[in-house]
């Protein structure tokens, strides 16, 4: 009777650590971009969540979750939402903006606005702000622990001028090369 008790309060402490999944504070979504990894083909897409006044939600503001190449989703897990793909540092900026780190690329200021109607998530680059459409992360695998990430590519386009864009993220300077986007987004899933 004491194991059932303790089971059951750690399912609820478990359950209540991990971020809602398809919020019901969310009217509609809107994709934001996807990532990618070279050790598996399946993809964790951000939905930005908007209330029916098409503003940003002031609950939970992006839905994170898998897509396996069968077409089933799932949320993150506590170990994928705290170290890898969760969101850290969450600004909100009025119903119409935000401002946020992915917990792998705490160093990577993503923002979210509005612009000609229409939600993007954007970076500031070398090249200038970078609208993202995917993320690329290329990773080593480790006997005990996380993977060592060799580098992160973030693939979009300018917002002046819509070019073909991507940001290479890597304290490896030897993996610190000039990228052909074309290339690096014709390798991804769409």
Known sequence: MKFRVVLLITCLFIAAACPSFGSESCA???????????????????????DRNNNISADDPVTIYW???????????????KFGYGLNSIEKNGGNGLGFTVAALKTTPITVARVNGQYRATINSEQGEIVIDKVYVNAASRVIGLPKVNY????????????????????DPKLKTSLDPEVEVSELPN
Do not use: M
């Not at 509609?28 to 908007?50: E, G, K, T, W």
């Not at 897509?67 to 939402?81: D, H, P």
């Open 67 to 81: 897509v396996t190449v069968s077409g089933k989703t799932r949320g993150l897990n506590i170990i994928e939402n």
């Open 28 to 50: 509609q979504s809107r994709h934001l971009f996807y990532i990618a990894n070279n050790s598996n083909p399946n993809v964790v897409y951000y939905d930005l969540c908007l």
């Open 152 to 171: 992160v590519d973030i693939i979009g386009r300018t917002s002046i001028g819509n070019k073909a864009a991507t940001e290479r993220i890597t304290n």
